[in-house]
């Protein structure tokens, strides 16, 4: 498998204006630990993760506690202190410059960079547009996804089929423009069997996931490994209120 087959291809993005607060407030709605940051012209120019966040929170403010989890328990709370304690923009925060990935680079080649620079995601490019993200979970999911090869045997370095490219692009298309599933879900096939990884919002949502992909023209097969949002999560985010 390559990049662009195990790559989360809706990408959450901020520019580089974006204040910490929106940013705090992204990461906890989607569920995400960092937000590349795009120029005018659509650019990657930098990364803002939740460690760019807690290492500039005061620790003695927190009284010990992580900034981050305070910030999962009371978020709104913690995004505005932090706010008016640094008044931060994206560009003071983020990181940068940014290590990245060629869609074409191979699952192994990926898995080896985030391991030599220690870091837990990579933005995906294609020339220089940014139409990814992969984190290792995302390597984790494609590893569980490709069919196991004998013992003492390496198998070669190869994307996936054009018919599973297919299915995936078919299957990510309905889901996010057709349908316009909130989740943030990530899709791998493999011989015409599908792995849905991620998160819904909801049981219901979780179900249409599982109805678009098993409808999909060319799936053999469908494993679900969607996780739910609990209640008081989505209570807490606000994602339970109309509109």
């Not at 927190?62 to 304690?85: I, N, R, V």
């Given at each position: ?101 060629d869609e074409k680079d191979s699952l192994a080649d ?63 298309n309905r889901l996010h423009n057709d349908i316009g ?63």
């Amino acid at each position: 498998m390559l990049a662009k087959d195990i790559m989360t291809t809706r990408v959450i993005t901020v520019v580089e204006d974006t204040p910490v607060e929106e940013i705090v407030r992204i990461l906890l709605r989607w569920r995400i630990s960092a937000v590349p940051v795009v120029d005018t012209n659509e650019q990657l120019v930098g990364l803002v993760s939740e460690g760019d966040l807690v290492h500039r929170a005061d620790s003695d403010d927190h009284e010990g506690y992580s900034w981050w989890l305070a910030g999962l328990l009371d978020p709104k709370l913690q995004a505005q202190k932090y706010t008016k304690a640094r008044g931060r923009l994206a560009k003071d925060v983020m990181s940068t410059p940014v290590t990245t990935v060629d869609e074409k680079d191979s699952l192994a080649d990926v898995a080896a960079l985030l391991e030599k620079h220690q870091i837990k995601r990579v933005p995906v490019l294609r020339g220089a547009k940014l139409i990814g993200i992969i984190s290792r979970a995302n390597i984790l999911h494609g590893l569980a996804a490709s069919p196991e090869p004998p013992p003492g045997i390496t198998p070669p370095v190869k994307s996936s089929s054009p018919d599973d490219q297919a299915i995936r692009a078919t299957i990510l298309n309905r889901l996010h423009n057709d349908i316009g599933v909130s989740g943030a879900v990530n899709v791998i096939v493999s011989a015409g069997v599908v792995d849905l990884w991620g998160g819904a919002q909801t049981e219901a949502e979780r179900q249409t996931i599982r109805v678009v992909a098993e409808d999909t023209p060319g799936v053999s097969a469908v494993r679900d490994h969607l996780n739910v949002m609990s209640p008081a999560l989505r209570h807490l985010l606000g994602a339970d209120k109309p509109g």
